[in-house]
């Protein structure tokens, strides 16, 4: 599915689809952009594609996955430094992407606080474009620095963090705990002069300032991060000891005061319009300011507001970003390539003439498949004006959607008149065997399957791949060496590999890069992984549709292996009890479903599920004992005209405890909120003997979050 298929026109089996893949690429940008220091996605791609899933989920509300990328703040910090728990979680901002957006956002802000006829006020700052880090001082020292990680456990970095210049190290009159919040970057001159110095001395460039600034305050040894000009802007808080401010605006000015920098864009708005017109303002100084920006904040400078507004998982209702447009650039077309993939797919790839879109040097494009190339899309809507796209054209790319960039358009005008249509091929460039498309299918596939190097080796990789069994010394080329040697053609074989040649392996020794050293550390991280949890196992298989996400769903549903191989036996013929159950599965529909029935139910597939599983030990799922508020997993009705707060704060009260809220009272019910002129649904919870409390009864509740006599 292609991200230029429109939301409102997917039905549900796209949207399952879709959804399912949005959130593989999403977490593995997530791990990528927080861990490695090179993203694998531009924010503004990043930002599409997390778009796209939320409004899939709010058409499809429920498709969502139980746990979506939505969900979830950032990613798992890298195991290098000390991880830090955050007392306040330190939250992400929900992204808008045009004025219809923020007037949204206006709109929503004022109908939960029930202010519909009121003018709200805001503060608008840059968004700049580092990283987040956390500053914790106790009786006015700077006592630890954290970065963000996932949102809930950061990584120690104060040793690093003394070392930024504009890092106050010590304040006065500041509340005992303090702590501070802001975005650590680096400017542009800085960095240009970082990565001069870096090519001098034969060191990694950095492809943009965000990395730069990334890669060095998570610099092991701080010597190195002083080395390094990194600043800080303050402009939020977490723990404090006693508040800071009633209002954003004079709590920015109290960090100024405490000897932070903030923005001098800072600016208090009236209403949407004076926020967009100070966005036109930022965006028009943005070339000159300096540093890089990816937008503007808004962010309700009411804070009893913000309060009563409260967070949904990730992200505060009182705020959210407005985002710069993605950006474009054109370069020249030089080859289209078809590349083969896991499941025989032939992509076509366009080798570009390296150009920069957004600070990433971009020499690929994907070309989806042969319809795309002709402009057409998959469900044959005419595409680019229906222009072709050939080699040697000059083409518009830019970086918005997918893990590898995308051709947006291609320039006609400069085509030259020898030039041809470009034929997709009909066999298998790895292979030869032919290639097939079902009718109905936008793809090309092999029909060669494990027969197919090409497709057998990139499923031994994926197998070995992070996510899956994640094996260290272990990577692409070595499993193409070892496939090539015959060593390993089924991931089984990989655990015989020191059984079967481990005196073949030492006589690799120094051709290939093998050493006894790598040798025995490739055996021991072989071994290690011998033990694996379901989930893992699964994904690894490469089932077509089944990512990380799917498989732990298949995971958590089914708990052992055993239970899962034996329900996909009986499902075998797409009808019947285990069928049923395998598609009442959350966030499983019936393309991904018949992918694992059918998998399981192919005597080939299976002798090689069956040989790998001989070889393994694979953990049961574990049940998740949630110990949460009382209140978790309660279905809660409002009704009647509430007086003590309006039916959106009431949902949110609710939703922050753990409780569902529904909107008709039956036997599933657990509590029934009711205010004045409530009627047949209070008549209903009493006959059912559903408790029953009135809005003051039920904000004491929420209060002491003490459940014990409401049931
Ligand atoms: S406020 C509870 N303000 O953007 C809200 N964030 O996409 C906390 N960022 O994680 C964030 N400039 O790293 C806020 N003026 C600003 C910001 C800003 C940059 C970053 C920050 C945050 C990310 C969310």
């Given at each position: 599915m292609s991200e230029d298929h429109p939301v409102e026109k997917l039905d549900k089996m796209q949207a399952e689809k879709e959804l399912i893949r949005l959130n593989e690429i999403l977490d593995r940008a997530n791990s990528d952009y927080y861990s490695n220091d090179a993203p694998i996605l531009s924010d503004a791609e990043y930002d599409t594609l997390k778009k796209r899933n939320l409004d899939i989920e709010s058409r499809?509300?429920?498709?969502?996955?139980?746990?979506?990328?939505?969900?979830?703040?950032?990613s798992k910090p890298s195991s290098t430094f000390k991880k830090i728990k955050h007392t306040v979680k330190m939250l992400s901002l929900a992204n808008g992407f045009d004025e219809q957006d923020i007037i949204d956002f206006d709109q929503r802000v004022k109908k939960i606080l029930g202010f519909e006829d009121r003018v709200i006020s805001y503060v608008a700052e840059p968004k700049i474009d580092g990283l987040s880090l956390s500053l914790k001082y106790i009786d006015g020292k700077l006592f630890q620095a954290t970065t963000r990680g996932d949102g809930e456990v950061g990584e120690n970095v104060t040793e690093n963090a003394i070392t930024i210049q504009n890092i106050p190290k010590y304040i006065h009159n500041a509340p005992s705990i303090l702590e501070i919040r802001g975005e650590v970057y680096m400017s542009l001159n800085d960095f240009n002069e970082l990565n001069i110095k870096q090519k001098n001395i034969d060191a990694k460039i950095f492809s943009n300032p965000r990395n730069a600034a990334a890669g060095s305050l998570r610099q092991l040894d701080s010597k190195v991060t002083a080395s390094r000009p990194l600043k800080f802007y303050a402009y939020a808080w977490g723990e404090v000891s006693t508040p800071i401010s009633d209002t954003q605006y004079n709590a920015i000015d109290r960090l100024r005061k405490f000897g932070f920098s903030t923005n001098d864009l800072t600016k208090k708005c009236y209403g949407p319009k004076e926020l967009i017109s100070h966005y036109d303002n930022i965006s028009n100084k943005r070339a000159d300011l300096g540093y890089d920006i990816d937008g503007v904040v808004y962010k309700v400078d009411n804070l009893s507001y913000q309060d009563r507004l409260g967070f949904r998982s990730t992200t505060p209702r009182w705020a959210i970003a407005h985002k710069f447009p993605a950006e474009i650039a054109q370069t020249w077309l030089e080859s289209i390539e078809i590349q083969v993939g896991r499941t025989g797919a032939l992509s076509p790839v366009a080798r570009l003439k390296p150009v920069n879109v957004g600070g990433v040097i971009v020499s690929n494009a994907t070309l989806h498949n042969e319809d795309y190339i002709k402009g057409k899309d998959s469900k044959g809507n005419i595409i680019r004006g229906g222009n072709d796209i050939r080699e040697g054209d000059w083409v518009y790319v830019y970086r918005?959607?997918?893990v590898i960039p995308k051709i947006s358009d291609v320039d006609v005008s400069k085509r030259i008149s020898t030039s041809k249509p470009y034929t997709f091929p009909s066999f298998c460039p790895e292979c030869s065997s032919p290639s097939e498309r079902i009718e109905g299918d936008s793809v090309a596939r092999c029909i060669g399957g494990i027969t197919c190097p090409a497709q057998a080796v990139q499923g031994l990789a994926h197998f070995v791949s992070r996510g899956a069994f994640d094996i260290d010394g272990l990577g692409n080329k070595q499993i193409e060496q070892f496939y090539q040697l015959g060593w390993v053609k089924e991931p089984a074989d990989i655990f015989k590999l020191k059984l079967r040649y481990e005196n073949g392996i030492k006589r690799l020794e120094n051709r290939d890069g093998w050493g006894q050293k790598s040798a025995n550390n490739l055996f021991n991280a072989i071994e290690s992984k011998r033990t694996i949890p379901l989930n893992k196992m699964l994904y690894a298989l490469g089932i077509r549709h089944v990512g990380e996400t799917s498989a732990t769903l298949l995971s958590k549903h089914y708990k052992s292996f055993d239970n899962l191989k034996k329900s996909m036996n009986e499902a075998k013929s797409l009808e019947g009890s285990s069928w049923s159950d395998l598609m009442s599965?959350?966030?499983?529909?019936e393309i991904l479903a018949k992918a694992v029935v059918q998998i399981f139910n192919n005597p080939a597939q299976r002798q090689i599920i069956d040989n790998l599983v001989e070889e393994l030990v694979i953990e049961n799922e574990i049940e998740n004992i949630v110990s949460g508020?009382?209140?978790?997993g309660m279905v809660v009705v409002f009704t009647g005209s509430l007086e003590l707060m309006t039916r959106s704060e009431a949902k949110i009260s609710a939703e922050k405890f753990g409780a569902k809220v529904s909107g008709s009272v039956s036997k599933k019910t657990d509590l029934v909120v009711s205010g004045p002129g409530a009627g047949s649904k209070e008549k209903k919870a009493i006959e059912l003997g559903v408790k029953v409390l009135s809005e003051s009864e039920w904000l004491k509740l929420i209060n002491l979050n003490n459940l014990s006599d409401a049931k």
């Open positions: 499809f509300p429920n498709l969502k996955l139980k746990n979506s990328v939505s969900d979830k703040i950032g918005a959607g997918d599965i959350d966030g499983v529909g508020s009382p209140l978790e």
